[in-house]
Protein backbone atom coordinates (compact mmCIF):
# COMPACT_ATOMS: atom_id res chain seq x y z
CA UNK A 1 0.00 0.00 0.00
CA UNK A 2 2.92 2.03 -0.41
CA UNK A 3 2.32 3.58 -3.80
CA UNK A 4 1.62 7.24 -2.73
CA UNK A 5 4.73 7.67 -0.94
CA UNK A 6 7.17 8.59 -3.46
CA UNK A 7 5.17 12.26 -4.36
CA UNK A 8 5.90 14.20 -1.58
CA UNK A 9 9.17 12.79 0.00
CA UNK A 10 9.43 16.67 1.68
CA UNK A 11 6.48 16.99 3.71
CA UNK A 12 4.80 15.47 6.59
CA UNK A 13 3.63 12.08 7.17
CA UNK A 14 0.21 11.95 9.39
CA UNK A 15 -0.41 9.25 11.45
CA UNK A 16 -4.05 9.72 12.75
CA UNK A 17 -5.71 7.65 15.61
CA UNK A 18 -9.38 6.56 15.21
CA UNK A 19 -11.21 6.45 18.28
CA UNK A 20 -12.23 9.78 18.80
CA UNK A 21 -10.38 11.44 16.59
CA UNK A 22 -11.73 10.45 12.80
CA UNK A 23 -14.87 8.51 14.15
CA UNK A 24 -16.89 10.76 16.47
CA UNK A 25 -17.55 7.89 18.85
CA UNK A 26 -17.50 9.37 22.32
CA UNK A 27 -20.91 9.11 23.30
CA UNK A 28 -20.45 5.54 22.17
CA UNK A 29 -17.84 5.09 24.39
CA UNK A 30 -19.51 6.81 27.66
CA UNK A 31 -22.56 4.63 27.02
CA UNK A 32 -20.37 1.14 26.82
CA UNK A 33 -18.24 2.57 29.86
CA UNK A 34 -21.54 2.57 31.78
CA UNK A 35 -22.87 -0.63 30.59
CA UNK A 36 -19.38 -1.84 31.87
CA UNK A 37 -19.58 -0.08 35.50
CA UNK A 38 -23.60 -1.60 36.04
CA UNK A 39 -22.11 -4.87 35.71
CA UNK A 40 -20.12 -4.32 39.29
CA UNK A 41 -22.92 -2.00 40.76
CA UNK A 42 -20.54 1.59 39.75
CA UNK A 43 -22.40 4.85 39.69
CA UNK A 44 -22.39 6.33 35.94
CA UNK A 45 -19.48 8.57 34.75
CA UNK A 46 -20.29 11.76 32.90
CA UNK A 47 -18.64 12.63 30.07
CA UNK A 48 -16.72 15.14 31.74
CA UNK A 49 -15.14 12.86 34.34
CA UNK A 50 -14.47 10.07 31.82
CA UNK A 51 -12.27 12.95 30.01
CA UNK A 52 -10.46 14.39 33.26
CA UNK A 53 -9.53 10.82 34.19
CA UNK A 54 -9.46 8.76 31.25
CA UNK A 55 -5.60 7.08 30.08
CA UNK A 56 -4.41 3.14 29.22
CA UNK A 57 -3.57 0.87 29.87
CA UNK A 58 -7.20 0.93 30.24
CA UNK A 59 -7.64 -1.22 33.76
CA UNK A 60 -5.51 1.90 35.27
CA UNK A 61 -8.42 4.26 34.15
CA UNK A 62 -10.83 1.79 36.33
CA UNK A 63 -8.21 1.73 39.15
CA UNK A 64 -8.74 5.80 39.48
CA UNK A 65 -12.48 5.24 39.23
CA UNK A 66 -12.92 2.01 41.54
CA UNK A 67 -9.94 2.99 44.23
CA UNK A 68 -8.22 -0.24 43.17
CA UNK A 69 -7.26 -2.25 40.10
CA UNK A 70 -10.24 -4.46 39.19
CA UNK A 71 -9.87 -8.82 40.13
CA UNK A 72 -8.73 -10.44 36.80
CA UNK A 73 -12.34 -11.29 36.99
CA UNK A 74 -14.15 -8.34 36.69
CA UNK A 75 -11.63 -7.12 33.64
CA UNK A 76 -13.00 -10.02 32.05
CA UNK A 77 -16.50 -9.22 32.70
CA UNK A 78 -16.15 -4.86 32.52
CA UNK A 79 -14.24 -5.82 29.20
CA UNK A 80 -16.48 -8.13 27.98
CA UNK A 81 -19.41 -5.69 28.51
CA UNK A 82 -17.88 -2.69 26.93
CA UNK A 83 -17.12 -4.36 23.84
CA UNK A 84 -20.48 -5.54 23.47
CA UNK A 85 -22.38 -2.51 23.68
CA UNK A 86 -19.60 -0.45 22.39
CA UNK A 87 -19.71 -2.56 19.34
CA UNK A 88 -23.52 -1.80 19.20
CA UNK A 89 -23.63 1.69 19.30
CA UNK A 90 -20.31 2.25 16.98
CA UNK A 91 -22.34 1.22 13.75
CA UNK A 92 -24.25 4.52 14.35
CA UNK A 93 -20.73 7.01 14.57
CA UNK A 94 -19.92 9.54 12.09
CA UNK A 95 -16.52 10.55 11.11
CA UNK A 96 -15.55 13.93 12.91
CA UNK A 97 -17.00 16.87 11.30
CA UNK A 98 -14.97 17.63 8.07
CA UNK A 99 -12.42 14.20 8.38
CA UNK A 100 -13.99 12.71 4.96
CA UNK A 101 -12.99 16.38 3.11
CA UNK A 102 -9.95 16.37 4.99
CA UNK A 103 -8.35 13.26 4.66
CA UNK A 104 -8.94 13.37 0.44
CA UNK A 105 -8.05 16.98 -0.20
CA UNK A 106 -4.80 15.64 1.70
CA UNK A 107 -3.91 12.92 -0.54
CA UNK A 108 -5.33 14.95 -3.73
CA UNK A 109 -2.51 16.98 -2.86
CA UNK A 110 0.46 14.52 -2.43
CA UNK A 111 0.21 14.16 1.17
CA UNK A 112 0.48 10.51 2.75
CA UNK A 113 -1.24 9.40 5.38
CA UNK A 114 -1.60 6.08 7.52
CA UNK A 115 -4.19 5.22 10.10
CA UNK A 116 -3.09 3.27 13.83
CA UNK A 117 -5.52 2.21 16.20
CA UNK A 118 -6.12 0.28 19.27
CA UNK A 119 -9.30 -1.43 18.01
CA UNK A 120 -8.95 -4.74 17.06
CA UNK A 121 -7.71 -4.60 13.68
CA UNK A 122 -10.06 -7.23 12.43
CA UNK A 123 -13.63 -5.11 13.52
CA UNK A 124 -11.28 -1.73 12.24
CA UNK A 125 -10.30 -2.38 8.80
CA UNK A 126 -14.51 -2.71 7.40
CA UNK A 127 -15.45 -0.12 9.57
CA UNK A 128 -13.08 2.26 8.08
CA UNK A 129 -14.00 0.82 4.39
CA UNK A 130 -17.73 0.87 5.20
CA UNK A 131 -16.90 4.80 6.20
CA UNK A 132 -15.28 5.60 2.69
CA UNK A 133 -11.88 6.32 3.45
CA UNK A 134 -9.59 3.31 4.00
CA UNK A 135 -7.96 4.54 0.30
CA UNK A 136 -6.85 7.69 1.48
CA UNK A 137 -4.16 5.93 3.79
CA UNK A 138 -0.79 4.00 3.00
CA UNK A 139 -1.35 1.62 5.60
CA UNK A 140 -4.02 0.92 8.31
CA UNK A 141 -2.89 -1.43 11.00
CA UNK A 142 -5.52 -2.47 14.42
CA UNK A 143 -4.47 -3.94 17.53
CA UNK A 144 -3.49 -7.56 16.63
CA UNK A 145 -4.30 -8.96 19.84
CA UNK A 146 -6.18 -8.71 23.44
CA UNK A 147 -3.35 -6.51 25.20
CA UNK A 148 -4.53 -3.48 26.58
CA UNK A 149 -0.89 -1.98 26.49
CA UNK A 150 -0.68 1.55 25.06
CA UNK A 151 0.14 2.64 21.39
CA UNK A 152 3.90 2.53 21.84
CA UNK A 153 5.17 -0.60 20.71
CA UNK A 154 2.42 -0.56 17.83
CA UNK A 155 4.14 2.48 16.79
CA UNK A 156 7.20 1.34 16.49
CA UNK A 157 5.67 -1.61 14.30
CA UNK A 158 3.87 0.98 12.54
CA UNK A 159 6.52 3.29 11.25
CA UNK A 160 9.03 0.29 10.78
CA UNK A 161 6.17 -1.40 8.23
CA UNK A 162 5.80 2.57 6.34
CA UNK A 163 9.80 3.07 6.33
CA UNK A 164 9.05 6.55 6.96
CA UNK A 165 11.80 8.35 8.92
CA UNK A 166 10.33 9.77 12.29
CA UNK A 167 11.14 13.01 11.96
CA UNK A 168 8.67 13.32 9.01
CA UNK A 169 6.16 11.52 11.12
CA UNK A 170 3.25 13.84 13.13
CA UNK A 171 0.68 11.57 14.97
CA UNK A 172 -3.02 13.14 15.56
CA UNK A 173 -4.88 11.65 18.65
CA UNK A 174 -7.21 12.30 21.16
CA UNK A 175 -5.47 10.62 23.83
CA UNK A 176 -1.78 11.80 26.16
CA UNK A 177 -0.93 8.16 24.67
CA UNK A 178 -0.56 8.61 21.32
CA UNK A 179 1.84 12.12 22.32
CA UNK A 180 3.55 9.26 24.48
CA UNK A 181 3.89 6.89 21.18
CA UNK A 182 4.95 9.77 19.24
CA UNK A 183 7.92 10.50 21.33
CA UNK A 184 9.10 7.04 22.22
CA UNK A 185 9.54 7.12 18.21
CA UNK A 186 11.01 10.47 17.54
CA UNK A 187 8.42 11.91 16.15
CA UNK A 188 5.88 14.57 17.16
CA UNK A 189 1.86 14.88 17.81
CA UNK A 190 -0.86 17.35 17.74
CA UNK A 191 -4.01 16.57 20.40
CA UNK A 192 -7.42 17.01 19.54
CA UNK A 193 -10.01 17.75 22.18
CA UNK A 194 -13.15 15.90 20.53
CA UNK A 195 -12.40 12.78 22.16
CA UNK A 196 -11.25 11.28 25.50
CA UNK A 197 -9.20 13.52 26.98
CA UNK A 198 -10.12 17.25 28.35
CA UNK A 199 -8.18 20.67 26.92
CA UNK A 200 -6.80 20.67 30.52
CA UNK A 201 -5.10 16.91 31.03
CA UNK A 202 -4.30 17.09 27.31
CA UNK A 203 -2.24 20.87 27.84
CA UNK A 204 -0.46 19.14 30.92
CA UNK A 205 1.35 16.53 27.76
CA UNK A 206 3.22 19.63 26.46
CA UNK A 207 2.63 19.18 22.67
CA UNK A 208 0.34 21.27 20.85
CA UNK A 209 -3.75 20.79 21.77
CA UNK A 210 -6.37 21.89 19.34
CA UNK A 211 -10.07 21.79 19.08
CA UNK A 212 -10.39 20.52 14.99
CA UNK A 213 -9.16 18.34 12.44
CA UNK A 214 -8.86 20.92 10.04
CA UNK A 215 -6.63 23.21 12.63
CA UNK A 216 -4.51 19.48 13.53
CA UNK A 217 -3.72 19.23 10.07
CA UNK A 218 -2.52 23.01 9.81
CA UNK A 219 -0.62 22.87 12.84
CA UNK A 220 0.98 19.29 11.67
CA UNK A 221 2.31 20.67 9.08
CA UNK A 222 4.19 23.42 10.39
CA UNK A 223 5.68 21.51 13.40
CA UNK A 224 9.46 21.22 12.87
Known sequence: MGKHLGKHRTGKHLVWDWNGTLLDDIAAVIGA??????????EPITLERYRELYTVPVPKFYERLMGRLPTDAEWLLM????HRHYWERA????LTA????????????????SLLSLAPHAELLPLVRRHGIAERFVRVDGRPDRSTDGKSGHMVRH??????????IVVIGDAADDAVAAAHVGAKAVLFT?????????????VPVVDSLEEAVAVAEELA
Do not use: M, W
Not at 91 to 94: D, L, N, P, T
Not at 159 to 166: Q, R, T, W
Open 33 to 42: TNAAFAELGL
Open 79 to 82: DGTF
Open 91 to 94: EGCG
Open 98 to 113: GAAELLADRQAAGGTQ
Open 159 to 168: LEALAVPAER
Open 194 to 206: GGSHSRTSLERVG
